[in-house]
């Protein structure tokens, strides 16, 4: 390999990546599609074919994934995941019955293997965090009362992931049934003795990886990350999910610091792990699964609103809350995309890479949108109608209901 | 003081927590507190009780000299 030819390319693709950032931001969208298209572009039977840089951008996107699902965990502490999983249980087993069934179904229409179906499951069941979380301040929903609901179904299938992707890192290693639900069991026991700890002994963790130079718990935090993670690869359990464990055990001021220092970080691998998986698929795949994939994206954008119609119903919220938490919840992002990724290295199916890549394309760009507009929509077909804004020139002559 | 007025206090995993207070007069505030710091403000609808439009971001030292405003006697 060529130093020069690997600088070069690399330097290319990532002042590419940050052209069509800027341009996403502009529009005021997400970039990830923009990532994923760049991708495609340069990709094999690409516009553009670039080889040298290859194993860099391999590497680069496996660290992408394991700093994308770090930086969620290190998001949530473990008290607020054990509350939450007590509160939202239903509101998740309704979401993963809406969303990941489509998916299973679709596949197994499309003639693929149960494997590949079960990958598929994935793709429509996860919402992504990261667009949601952005959209919801954006618009301004962050004081809605439908608002804790949304993102608790989000907390919820983040915790699920951690099961999710085991089980399918296993089943597509092509383990039996016995080999799964033994990968399962160490999955279990991981995720039960990580809470544990980090609700016993996280103030401990923290402080043992804390320090006053941000360069040492910088390379302590991302150093254990890649261990943690390599060690569950190892184990089947998917390093995505060592990762994730990773952030949640750290907390406090710890985790807040190792967030500012680790977001760049994670922006840069996470982009070039969004480059990877266009540049793996092949853009001449494209055509033939985009109407397939946009049948599944209208179905399950239609099973996301129900969700979150039924958790904000559940939670007391009035209908245009509803319609608003469904909307809410449509986009899928960044992990659909982990767990597409997955299924498309292990070559399980062949189909996998381009027909996520559009399903992905198709939601994360319309999922801001049903954000937004789903209840004036819906408002209107199912009412109630809207009440003309009232003259609040006395807004305390209201009686006191 | 404050003893009576009903504030309710909702997790935003995530991003900070999420209070809502509520006046005898029928209205309802809703205050976002960050956890970086950022508070924002805004104030529920009337005609949709669950909504608040994007209301008033205030960093550290405007929310104090906010609450210093509307603690004075």
């Keep these: ?401 | 003081m404050g003893g009576q007025v009903p504030i309710s206090e909702t997790p935003l995993p995530g991003i900070g927590t999420q209070y809502t207070l509520s006046t005898v007069a029928g209205r309802a505030i809703s205050v976002v507190a960050g956890r970086d710091g950022v508070r924002r403000i805004a104030f529920y609808n009337v005609d949709d009780p669950d909504a608040c439009g994007p209301g008033v971001r205030l960093t550290r030292a405007e929310a104090v000299a906010l609450a210093e405003l509307l603690a004075e006697d």
């Design chain 1, 1 to 401: 390999m060529h130093p020069a030819t690997l600088l070069i390319e690399l330097g290319a693709i990532i002042l590419g990546l940050s052209i069509l950032g800027r341009v996403a931001t502009r529009m005021g969208m997400s970039p990830i599609p923009f990532y994923l298209l760049g991708g495609l572009a340069f990709g094999h039977g690409g516009v553009l074919d670039l080889s040298q840089s290859d194993d860099f951008i391999e590497i680069g996107a496996e660290i992408g994934v394991v700093l994308l699902l770090l930086l969620l965990g290190l998001e949530y502490t473990a008290g607020e995941l054990v509350t939450n999983l007590r509160a939202a249980a239903p509101a998740g087993a309704i979401d993963a019955l809406l969303n990941a069934v489509p998916g299973f179904l679709a596949g197994l229409l499309l003639g693929w293997g149960p494997t590949a179906a079960l990958a598929l499951a994935g793709v429509t069941w996860i919402s992504s965090s990261g667009v949601i979380a952005k959209v919801l301040g954006d618009l301004g929903h962050l004081g809605n009362r439908e608002t804790p609901v949304v993102l608790s179904v989000l907390v919820i299938e983040d915790l699920a992931m951690a099961l999710y992707l085991p089980i399918l890192t296993a089943l597509l290693a092509g383990v039996g049934l016995l080999g799964g639900s033994l990968t399962v069991a160490i999955a279990l026991g991981t995720i039960s003795i990580v809470l544990f700890l980090a609700l016993r002994h996280g103030g401990r963790i923290s402080k043992a990886l804390s320090s006053e130079e941000p360069e040492f718990l910088l390379l302590g935090v991302l150093g254990l990350t890649l261990l943690v993670a390599g060690v569950a690869d190892k184990l089947q359990v998917s390093a995505a999910v060592g990762a994730f464990l990773v952030g949640i055990a750290i907390s406090g001021d710890v985790a807040e610091h190792a967030q500012t220092l680790l977001a760049p970080l994670r922006d840069l691998f996470a982009a070039v792990f969004f480059v990877f998986f266009g540049l793996s698929t092949d853009p001449g795949a494209l055509p033939g699964v985009l109407l397939p994939a946009a049948a599944l994206a209208v179905v399950t954008a239609l099973t996301k609103i129900a969700t979150g119609y039924w958790a904000a119903a559940r939670a007391g919220i009035a209908k245009p809350g509803r319609y608003r938490a469904g909307g809410a919840l449509v986009a899928r992002g960044e992990f659909s995309i982990v767990i597409a990724g997955l299924a498309a290295t292990s070559g399980v199916e062949p189909r996998m890479g381009p027909f996520a890549a559009a399903y992905v394309l198709i939601l994360v760009v319309a999922g801001p949108f049903t954000a937004r507009y789903a209840e004036p929509v819906l408002r209107r077909l199912f009412g109630p109608k809207p009440v003309p804004a009232p003259i609040e020139e006395d807004d305390d002559d209201l009686t006191p209901r």
